[in-house]
């Protein structure tokens, strides 16, 4: 999962420590990649430990151009590069796994991902006005995906790929 941000090519990493420390969000970046002399940068957060997930890739989206975004489950991790300053904001919703893209006019879309309740792939999508805000569902996807890839063209959003099944379910012959 990468982003760019000003010039930046950023990806994230969830690392797990230990059972009593807590798990680590890695944001890596470089600047000028093209370049005879390219900088990388990494920084970090500490993140809530969640025991009874398994950990996966995490979700990263740029907002406004201004800051990076970590998704991991419920928790949003945002990243402000000049300030080199980390905000944490709890998700509202009963999604995790699923995709976030930042529209052009500044909302944020949740696609899919898995219930929290039932661990079940979700064809939902959400749309944020802000963190704080309570989601507004919109339109279904036609199949339910975990983790799909999105792409904004022209207005509209579209989703490729993803699991369409929970990788904790196993498949009978």
Not at 110 to 126: H, I, N, W
Not at 155 to 160: E, I, P, R, T, Y
């Amino acid at each position: 999962n990468l982003v760019s941000l000003n010039g930046s090519v950023c990806a994230a990493f969830k690392e797990v420590i230990g059972k009593r420390d807590p798990d680590v969000l890695s944001l890596w970046s470089v600047q000028g990649a093209a370049t005879d002399s390219p900088l990388y940068s990494m920084t970090h957060v500490n993140c809530e430990k969640i025991t009874r997930r398994l950990t996966s890739p995490v979700s990263l989206f740029t907002l406004n151009n201004k800051t990076v975004n970590i998704v991991d489950q419920l928790s949003l991790y945002s990243y402000h590069p000049p300030s080199n300053t980390w905000n944490q904001f709890q998700i509202q919703g009963d999604a995790v796994y699923s995709s976030w893209i930042s529209l052009k006019d500044g909302r944020m879309l949740q696609v899919g991902g898995l219930k929290e309740k039932t661990d079940t792939p979700s064809r939902s999508c959400a749309m944020y006005s802000s963190f704080d805000d309570e989601p507004h569902k919109i339109g279904d996807m036609v199949r339910p995906r975990v983790q799909p890839s999105l792409a904004e063209c022209k207005g509209l959003v579209f989703a490729a790929g993803g699991l369409t099944r929970s990788k904790k379910r196993k498949t009978e012959s």
